[in-house]
């Protein structure tokens, strides 16, 4: 149980109502009870803040007087909210140590307080910093480096000689260093170009569930300081994410594309290889990226869904507008006599 | 072996020859012999009826006339031949108990008729219930609870607290519970919003591969009994998908959104989050969706391939679209006069 | 260190200047050391040449005389530097034998010249052949068969039956042989259908991570000698991939499409399901297929990015273009007069 006034004190916030009041966890709006935070930060969600049967609730001060019960008051109430979970909510310690069944090379270097879990592979050279937690079935395979208090989360793989900063946090499924797709036509058959590149992770790194990131070919694949990924992303080889950049869910990006810092791309977006975007670039979900971008703003692609059978006019429509527009030429002829 | 009876039996048909024939197999039309039995659901196959060497096929009531050896009739033969096939091919049954190799917390209760099988992770805390096959490589962290007859096929990552029903299958790489993509963007720096909600798993749902489904980041995210997904789909924290919603792969589905029951949803769309798709929706392959759907029914989007040299030429027309529509403006104006 | 010699040598090159000069290994044309190879095949990269401190370029004859150090003149530089990264970078030979704690099943043909590593598990009837490596955590279900010199990374799950022939390359996470996709619906509930077909996985094969590849319905997933996939593509059964083709990352290929030999397909292509495409097709990346392709050549959709405000206003034109037409019938009717 923490107080508001502990809780308040944590975000900079003003408590509203009974400093000593306690709370266990955070809850939403609708469900949260008597024990329980609740928080306001979409403006569309107020139609539950006067029912809530929170026992405190996050706002901002323009929405203050609507909280029926305790309330702190912060500037950005959802940045407040998720430093108020991470408090409510600490992270158990994983112990310290290896665990028997996991399989270690002795040419490893491993701090004694990193946590090795369960069927875990590390490979000759691979170095662990302090408080870094590998979980089980990760696979490190040679030279592979971990700065300090990194979480591998489970199953994770990372390819040799992959270097990862300090509080990256890599869920399961991600395969870091596979071999990029280089290959070369040797006369009608397909040879591989070796991917003899690395992968560098940067500091306060995230990466979501499935998401794999290939080695580069000379030069390595860089993911910038506080990048943050989504699960099942695909970064090609030698690609490279700018400080702050945060990626959804099922992005692809092709080899040697290079992607500022800032920049917000939405889930399922397609970026082509060899392309460069400048910092502070958002693109909207699915878009398809041919080009460089080489201004700063909001781009999209992508028709949304209609129903099937004005899709199936409409699609109709598009191939005909070649026609379309020699008719309206002719009529622009017409109507010149 | 089985006898044509027996069969027919299984599935309420109605056999047309010999009753004590036996197949032991299902095949193709154009590969089966005369000890394997075929079916014909799609009527765009039956060129290959008259001229299959099948043992027996099964049919609806007017293909029966034009099958050249035994027929089991039926109502809808695609069923009954997923029925049939169930019955000639059964499951070998995985041995019970805990391979040797397989790593079991002692706080985890783990039904003795279960099957573990080898380089198997098991946390604190997780219950397994009868007849459970968790097969080699599979990680359980702490507090997952598996229902009976649930069968998680290998190399399967459920994180911390997922609970899965009755008679789920789980295809290799599936990762449940990895944290939902939740950011708060603190003055220019993102930082993580804890995810501490859970996911709940119905029963008879199956899970393709390599598909990844997140936790909650308050509440659950929740997949209805009944749900069948494909491989590589994306399932957003806080997703709801409604009960026998069908989903094919390389889906993504953004956070928040709520997919009613008996949906299709076919492969390669993309839902924004926080959308609401009422019962019933059909999407077709690659369709972008972007608003709630409120409506039963069929919906699409995306332009069909075209021959790159026509492509380059509609992209073009469709970009000039706009100044289309003045010129025919214009043309209006001047045949008003 | 190898001699300018003995590396045109190894790809039929012509060396102009030293043949005796010593280099240790590959880099970029702006990054190169005196001990370094470098190498020109994209013209645009031409404006590195003249500065470059590469000890020696790999180039084509009309390039020669601009390399300001030593040169190998060779047809196709793009091809003889995939070649020379080889030579210079061969690949470490992973130990003989089986590791301690693989789990290996007593009725498996393992050659005694196989690479089996840590927390590996071996079902029955695995038959695994001479210098193949099956890299830490890989799984590979009863039956499944390997054939010389292929390698599994790591974390590679080979399910029951499937067969991989010689010189295989599979990367982490990659699953081959997950149950298709087939559901019936019986009565408004969806049923399995078992998936009792195989898959066969040619020579010289390469699979990118975390793709999927599924089992046959009935008949076999077939993927041609030479082919070559990029990360996270899914196949669906019973697709055929013709030899030789080749496949960008997050391409998404439904059940029972026939890909033909020599193709090539962009990232992010969908391909629908039943589908037939001839030998030698070009997809450009995110390309929505829906009809069978029965002319080689290339092939095109999606609109790429644009400024989203623009977006918006052509998303609604599209949606007009029916009416924009009605409009021009008009008009022609009125100019008819």
Known sequence: MWSLGEIANHVGGVVQGDLDYQVASIATLQNADSQQ???????????YLAETSAGAVIVSSDMASFVPSHAIVVDDPYVAYAKIASLL??????????????????????????????QVVIGSGVTIADNVVIGPGCVLLDNVSIGKSSRLVANVTLCEGVKVGERAIIHPGVVIGADGFGIANDKGKWINVPQVGGVLIGNDVDIGANTT?????????????????????QVGHNTVIGENTVIAGCVGIAGSTIIGKNCIIGGGVGLGGHLELVDGVLLTGMTMVTKSIKQPGS???????????????????????DKLTERVKQLEELNKN
């Open 37 to 47: 935070i609740s928080f306001l930060s979409n403006k569309k969600y107020k139609k």
């Open 89 to 118: 909510n600490p992270l158990t310690r994983a112990p310290s140590g290896i665990h028997p069944s996991a399989s270690v090379d002795t040419e490893s270097d491993i701090s004694p307080n990193a946590s090795i879990a369960a």
């Open 213 to 233: 990131i290939d080695r580069g070919a000379i030069e390595d694949t860089i993911i910038g300081n506080g990048v943050k990924l989504d699960n099942q992303i």
């Open 299 to 321: 781009y999209s692609s992508g028709i949304p869904a209609e129903e099937t059978h004005k899709w199936h006019k409409n699609v109709i429509r598009y191939r005909q507008m």
